[in-house]
């Protein structure tokens, strides 16, 4: 069930929207403030403009959302294709007049682009660990020579400074699950990597890693590129 879909129709269609509410396995539930989705770039933060300056050739935006990012690139006749696994998101994409808006998983995907890029801690779909090695592994297929990979992450360690860490599992390995009107999705790994892990991993799957922006308050922009 598309949850956060739902929420995000209902904000875009009338202008109002219930709270979409996200439980998590670490704390309280956290109210989603569903304005945040369709920002423009007066309203973004400098992490995501320098992101998004930094684009160049034939680009992929995963997990796209509403489109926000990619409305912004082709406003500068940059070539971006936006994907999400939310078809109630692509569709809104589509009518904010995203160009290449397509439901599609990154997993399965079949083009090479030369920037792609994954904004507002995107790269947290990945879930675990492992599955983030994994995906800096497949991420490979899609990229064309001299490309480049863009991310933004965080260091969730404070969540911590009062709280034994988790023993089983990498203390940003998270869960969490969407409500909105009293419907409830399914629980979802989430991760919060911090720089030294990013650093390693990417090290290990043959990346070069190149920490571009940090803000202060435990977040941090990455470009990688892969070594010959």
């Not at 069930?1 to 396995?25: C, P, Q, R």
């Not at 006749?77 to 696994?85: F, G, L, P």
């Not at 001299?146 to 992450?153: A, E, L």
């Not at 969540?159 to 969407?178: A, H, K, T």
Request: charged letters at 25%; a negative charge; glycine letters at 8%.
């Amino acid at each position: 069930m598309d949850v956060f879909g739902k929420a995000l129709t209902d904000i875009y269609k009338t202008g109002e929207a219930d709270v979409l509410w996200l439980h998590n396995s670490y704390g309280e539930p956290e109210e989603m403030p569903l304005e945040f989705f369709f920002r423009d770039d007066e309203d973004m933060p400098v992490l995501e403009l320098q992101a998004l300056h930094m684009c160049e050739g034939k680009v992929l935006d995963i997990g796209a959302g509403v489109g926000s990012h990619a409305l912004l690139l082709q406003a500068f006749n940059i070539d971006v294709t936006a994907i999400d696994v939310s078809e109630a998101a692509v569709n809104i994409m589509k009518d904010r007049g995203v160009k290449k808006a397509l439901l599609q998983d990154v997993y399965t995907y079949k083009e090479k682009f030369d920037t792609i890029f994954m904004l507002m801690n995107g790269i947290g779909v990945t879930g675990t660990l492992p599955g983030f090695k994994d995906f800096l592994i497949k991420i490979k297929e899609l990229l064309n020579p001299n490309g480049q990979v863009i991310f933004d992450s965080s260091d969730i360690s404070y969540l911590y400074e009062d709280l034994p860490r988790p023993q089983n599992q990498y203390y940003g390995e998270v869960s969490y699950q969407y409500e909105y009107k009293g419907e409830k999705g399914n629980w979802f790994n989430w991760i919060y990597i911090d720089e030294e892990t990013i650093k390693a991993t990417a090290e290990e799957t043959g990346w070069n890693c190149e920490l571009i922006f940090d803000d202060g308050e435990d977040q941090y922009l990455v470009r990688l590129t892969q070594k010959i």
